[in-house]
């Protein structure tokens, strides 16, 4: 297995990733990143996850994560995909991008048009 790694990591440096709306991991995460379009940047433990929840809207799908002090929404096509990597914690980050970046990923990958994060608590509590 860390020969598979060691050559991902030897492929990543010889030509960086595309922007992805989610990465993930061979193994459980302990944190996840959320990464919502010009805005600002959250990282939370996936222990402290409460609840999921997934929907289809139309022609979007949506999944929503509860944690204790936030509320994530994301939007997109092809979410259902990564449910089971939500589910066992193997998502490491999430992140929207522009519709202009559509065009640059497969047809049926997973797409993040909205991504937002909501704080649950109460700011005047906080150091």
Do not use: Y
Request: charged content about 25%.
């Amino acid at each position: 297995m860390s020969c598979l790694r060691e050559q991902i990591a030897k492929m990543n440096a010889e030509s960086p990733p595309a922007a992805r709306c989610v990465e993930t991991e061979f193994q459980p995460a302990a944190m996840v990143t959320f990464c919502p379009l010009q805005a600002k940047e959250w990282t939370v433990p996936w222990a402290r996850l409460d609840a999921v929840s997934f929907s289809n809207e139309g022609e979007s799908e949506r999944v929503e994560l509860f944690f204790p002090h936030h509320h994530v929404i994301a939007v997109g096509e092809h979410l259902r995909d990564i449910m089971d990597d939500i589910r066992h914690f193997k998502v490491r980050c999430l992140r929207d991008l522009p519709a202009s970046h559509r065009a640059s990923l497969k047809s049926d990958g997973v797409f993040i048009s909205q991504l937002e994060v909501r704080s649950l608590a109460d700011p005047s509590k906080h150091p």
